[in-house]
């Protein structure tokens, strides 16, 4: 069983754009928190951003895409959005969305902070 699933990838020419799509469900339907990661090859996994999918909108963004990529939520559907606008060559990576139950106003930005993972999406920027 697959709880989480992403779609949207694919390839874009710098300044491009991309949408992502991602759905929690099964056992993490009760998740709270959602983000997205990002790993290149021979990279570690790097967090991008991380939002509430309950209550009120609580959102975080890594300085790398701040004011790039903007993350929405349907929250009924426990579905975010990862819209990507000015891409780069460095943004290239498989894109994973990842979702967790979270109990601190502080969101999470770790890996190991989040329990259910997506198997990735690739994003390829070209020059």
């Known amino acids: 069983q697959v709880d989480v699933v992403e779609s949207g990838g694919g390839s874009v020419q710098t300044g491009g754009s991309l949408r992502l799509s991602c759905v929690a469900s099964g056992s993490a339907a009760g998740s709270n928190v959602m983000g997205w990661f990002r790993q290149a090859p021979g990279q570690e996994r790097e967090w991008v951003t991380t939002?509430?999918?309950?209550?009120?909108?609580?959102?975080r963004y890594a300085d790398s895409v701040r004011g790039r990529f903007t993350i929405s939520r349907d929250n009924a559907r426990k579905m975010v959005y990862l819209q990507m606008d000015s891409l780069k060559p460095e943004d290239s990576a498989k894109y994973y969305c990842?979702?967790?139950?979270?109990?601190?106003?502080?969101?999470?930005?770790?890996?190991?902070?989040?329990?259910?993972w997506g198997q990735g999406t690739q994003v390829t920027v070209s020059s």
């Open positions: 990842a979702a967790t139950w979270w109990w601190s106003s502080y969101l999470p930005q770790g890996p190991d902070d989040f329990d259910y």
């Open positions: 939002t509430k999918v309950t209550g009120d909108s609580n959102t």
